[in-house]
């Protein structure tokens, strides 16, 4: 089953587009588990359990695991998933970005030691930076788009005086996301939801391609504007939070309040689809 397969076979049988993000932060783990490290596949085995018929992904973020040395954590997570979630696909959020014999081995660590069915890119190094995740069939890879923080401007919403039609940086990437990078259709683009009026152009310039679109939650992005923005009938959109769901109660209830806090955005998600 490929990655997109996964994502409308998820989507349907969840009715979701919420994905789950896994960014554990063990200081801010409830009091049984906080401050240790060792605790994180644990807390994170609780949110999925608890979520697992919610979610249309799951997103573990690698800074999360890998800045506390819980790689092998990630691995048992990752495991877990599979076990406990197998409809659900998992997106690595690794934002790679290297030269190809570079990204061959990122993409191998993404595919194959942590066996994620789609993977986070930056586009910045161009297109042979991305053609070594494309080599693995069936798997996906979003691009950073127009990202969800305010120093995406820096960059994404400058204009390419040298592209015909003097396209901005993200409606460019957009474009080679939708057109000429994507061989295979694996292909999908990152799109902050604080931004919904460039979701919307993102949708129109990428019209078939999955959008991830983190920013609700804890950054304060807007759900019904997101899905109004980006969502079409025939086009998934993800869209991720993390923080509002993992740490909705810093108690011994943190995975009911997880559940709670996951099936209120899931509901108002779906209802601003039907709207
Ligand atoms: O690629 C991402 O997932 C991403 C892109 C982006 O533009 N903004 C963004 O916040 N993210 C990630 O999405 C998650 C957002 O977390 P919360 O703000 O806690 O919901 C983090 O893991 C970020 O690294």
Known sequence: MTFLDMLRAAGRQNGSMLCVGLDPEPTRFP?????????????????????????????????YFAAHRAEGQLERLMEHMRRVAPQVPIILDAKRGDIGSTAEQYAREAFERYGADAVTLSPFMGFDSVQPYLKFEGKGAFLLCRTSNPGGDDLQNQRLSSVPGEPLLYEHVARLAQGPWNLNGQLGLVVGATYPAEIERVRALAPTLPLLIPGVGAQGGDAVATVKAGWREDAPIIVNSSRAILYASGGDDFAEAARHEALRTRDLLQQAARA
């Open 31 to 63: 009091s049984r588990l906080k401050g240790d490290a060792n605790k994180i596949y644990d807390f994170c085995a609780h949110i999925v359990d608890a979520t697992a018929d919610l979610a249309i992904a799951f997103k573990p973020q690698i800074a």
